[in-house]
């Protein structure tokens, strides 16, 4: 890994032994992407690779010269407006109206390691020789504006790091419109698209489409990532697979209004840009402030979709997520909200974790309803203490109570809504966001807190720091469940209006950040109406998600194949529930519940008194199954197999340990066949020098399951399985690989 500028070329290079990234100062002193890519030799002058050309109806940046235009010139952070016509990553305001930047090379630094950003989540290293970041200095003389972009590099991941922070050291207020995170000009526009979008209870869908001239973006103006669109899109060759072909990933680390776009002009050449939305966006400069962008990654692959999410799996994992619970197994638990909703007391709650605790749970949660006059969802948001009419000795005695019967305990907080029925509204009207005169929207009949007020978010972390202080409380599910409307805040003037979005999601992390940091110990999980607010920003600091709010066994299989394309296993908070299941009311096995749930941090959300005998022994298997490998489920190299949006009616993934010795596979059937054919699946990520015990049985070398593949064939209907099971509709089956 290196980072090399050539100063007779003005040419930076940052090469590892995945990647290539080649910067150049243009003519114009601005900054020009060169190249993006596999690795190449490094070389003094790169300038052959700055194509320029006369081209009728364009403008040209020097008088005299018909040849360099930045209309036609890839760059690294453009603006509009000085020969480029096409989407900016910079706007900015200025007193006499001009939106007009020149953003200049100035300076440079290469550095060991990774700064933090202030504020705002990012990746990070522990080691200073695990990367380089180089920081270019640009200026806007006219305007006293610096302009920093970040660029750090990886050495052992074909990943890099972007940000750029803005720096007002004139003496006018300056107003930042757009600033993006990163902007990566591509040299032909022979990509397919790939984005992951849907809504409540059916998110991260794959969707692919092949690029064409014009622009196709994904973005949110909700105030949350959001159920609709990620902050993650893939550029991909049409001959990509999974297991082959290059692909580029980019992830936005924020969890707020974003945007990723790709424009292709009509040259076909592609402008890939991403960061938060400018849509509503105004951040006010005033001489002497700065302002820090969010973090954008970029993975590039040559060894298909798993490649790329490979890297960012491990990125993700092991140098995002933060803190105690980063690297440990999680603990399996049990939710009350489906068995109970509103409907309990201290001892109905006390008898479930009874049976909990008997078939093997090691924590149990308390979910809505514990706090205010919380009887419904009319009132009590934003009073965190405890309602003494369901529980007679707060949460201090549940917790006593669960902690004696040898479990952990967990809370259910969503700290950033109010009720108008609580005492928090009637005491602080003003801590609400609307806008004068106008009339205040409700979700699920709650609003939105003011976020962007530090007194705000003081006083919600004064009590739940009371409870996490006083009570035994090993985790936290941190819940959000509407969008921001009406967007105002009474506390900002006029002309910083459009900063609350942004400043909404900055007291987000303040207060995570607080949490985290005094409460290290404490596992907090996001969620946000499910996978509402399913992004990197909150890894950052709660290591796993609860991936969807629908959790039939059927609908989770693409929702969590969407989602492993960028996010860990171990990231993904996935449940055994009831049947009829609450979302979509369909009844499928126990198994096949437990056989897609078992591929993420595992739990429950039923009453397991009320299961048969028979079913109360298979919950108990499960459990013993997911204490035996969680390490390798949460942990290990996941692949995909067979997507279930490519074909209809079967599925399949599977993961492997680090020493390659031990793999579990996932194999997913959504309806039964009638003489049927034959089916098998290549297995990935084996020794092929091992030989493989399956299910204790059947024996087989590495290179036979990967070449030939594992047989998957059902018997015809009626008949039994090779494994002596009668099929079904909605069957699956987890295969257990042992190296002998």
């Given at each position: ?25 243009l ?26 050309n ?46 007009i ?24 290293t ?53 600033a993006?995170?990163?902007c ?33 973006s ?18 991909k ?80 994992q092991?140098?995002l997520?933060?803190?105690y619970?980063r ?13 109970t ?9 006390v ?7 008997n078939?093997?749970?090691e ?7 514990w706090?205010?006059?919380?009887c ?13 009419d369901r ?22 907080f ?8 609580s ?16 009339r ?8 939105v807190l ?46 910083r ?8 999601i ?72 009831v ?13 096949t519940?437990?056989?897609?749930a ?10 397991l ?44 993934w ?30 990935c ?25 594992l ?7 009626g008949?039994?399985?090779?494994d002596?099971?009668k ?13 002998e």
């Amino acid at each position: 890994m290196q980072i090399i500028f050539h100063e007779s070329s003005r040419t930076f290079h940052l090469q590892n032994n995945d990647i290539s990234y080649i910067i150049k100062v243009l003519p114009n002193d601005q900054l020009g992407q060169l190249y993006f890519g596999r690795p190449v030799r490094d070389r003094e002058n790169f300038d052959h690779l700055l194509e320029m050309n006369h081209r009728p109806m364009t403008s040209y940046v020097f008088e005299g010269n018909k040849m360099f235009s930045l209309d036609h010139v890839k760059q690294e952070y453009p603006s509009y407006g000085t020969t480029d016509f096409r989407h900016p990553a910079v706007e900015i305001a200025q007193p006499n109206g001009s939106r007009i930047t020149n953003f200049t090379y100035h300076s440079y630094s290469i550095s060991a390691g990774k700064p933090a950003l202030d504020g705002l989540p990012a990746t990070y290293t522990e080691q200073d020789d695990e990367a380089q970041t180089l920081t270019i200095t640009l200026r806007d003389e006219l305007l006293g504006a610096d302009l920093e972009l970040s660029y750090t590099l990886f050495a052992d991941r074909a990943a890099l790091a972007r940000s750029a922070r803005f720096t007002n050291n004139g003496c006018m207020d300056l107003h930042l419109t757009t600033a993006m995170s990163l902007c990566l000009d591509l040299p032909d526009m022979n990509y397919e698209w790939l984005q992951f979008s849907g809504a409540w209870s059916r998110e991260r869908h794959l969707k692919t489409r092949r690029l064409e001239q014009g622009i196709q973006s994904v973005e949110s103006t909700r105030g949350t990532s959001s159920h609709n669109h990620n902050p993650f899109v893939v550029l991909k060759r049409p001959e990509t697979t999974e297991f082959s072909g290059e692909a580029i990933g980019f992830s936005l680390i924020y969890s707020g209004n974003f945007l990723a776009q790709a424009e292709v002009d009509t040259w076909n050449t592609t402008r890939m840009t991403m960061g938060i939305n400018p849509f509503g966006f105004d951040w006010k400069l005033a001489p002497g402030e700065a302002f820090q962008t969010p973090e954008a990654v970029i993975v590039f692959s040559t060894t298909g979709l798993n490649g790329m999410s490979q890297t960012f799996h491990k990125l993700y994992q092991k140098r995002l997520a933060r803190g105690y619970w980063r690297d440990r197994a999680r603990p399996i638990l049990i939710n009350n909200w489906e068995a109970t909703y509103f409907d309990f007391t201290e001892d109905k709650l006390v008898r479930i974790a009874e049976a909990a605790k008997n078939d093997g749970v090691e924590l149990f949660v308390l979910d809505d309803g514990w706090f205010g006059e919380r009887c419904n969802d009319f009132a009590g948001l934003g009073d965190w203490f405890a309602n003494t009419d369901r529980l007679a000795n707060g949460i201090t005695g549940l917790a006593e109570r669960i902690d004696a019967l040898g479990m952990k305990f967990g809370l259910w907080f969503e700290p950033e809504m109010v009720n108008k029925d609580s005492d928090l509204y009637r005491a602080h009207p003003d801590w609400m966001i609307c806008t004068p005169n106008r009339r205040a929207s409700h979700g699920r009949n709650q609003f939105v807190l003011d976020y962007s007020r530090k007194e705000v978010v003081d006083y919600i972390y004064g009590m739940m720091s009371k409870i996490l202080s006083e009570a035994k409380v090993s985790y936290i599910k941190w819940d959000m469940n509407r969008c921001i409307t009406e967007a105002y805040s009474a506390s900002l003037p006029a002309d910083r209006q459009g900063e609350l979005f942004h400043r909404y999601i900055l007291g987000v992390y303040d207060l995570y950040d607080r949490l985290t940091t005094n409460f290290p110990h404490v596992l907090f999980e996001s969620c946000a109406s499910g996978g509402g607010r399913f992004d990197p920003g909150l890894l950052y600091y709660a290591p796993q998600g609860w991936a969807s709010d629908d959790s039939d066994a059927i609908e989770r299989i693409k929702i969590q194949y969407g989602t492993s394309m960028c996010y860990p296993i171990s990231s993904i908070g996935a449940h055994v529930s009831v049947v009829p299941n609450h979302q979509v009311f369909r009844v499928t096995p126990i198994e096949t519940r437990a056989n897609v749930a078992h591929f993420g941090t595992f739990g429950y959300e039923l009453d397991l008194n009320k299961l048969t005998e028979e079913e109360r022994e298979k919950v108990r298997e499960q459990i013993r199954f997911m204490k035996q490998y969680r390490e390798v489920l949460q942990f290990g190299t996941f692949y995909r197999l067979i997507s279930p949006f490519e074909n209809s009616n079967f599925a399949s993934w599977m993961v492997v340990s680090e020493d390659q010795k031990t793999a579990l596979v996932g194999y997913y059937k959504i309806l039964n066949e009638v003489n049927g054919p034959y089916h098998r699946v290549k297995l990935c990520g084996l020794n092929p020098e091992f030989s493989y015990c399956v299910d204790g049985e059947s024996v087989h070398y590495g290179d036979e399951l990967m070449h030939i593949g594992l047989l998957t064939t059902d018997g015809a209907a009626g008949e039994l399985t090779p494994d002596k099971r009668k099929s079904t509709d909605f069957d699956s089956r987890i295969f257990v690989l042992h190296a002998e």
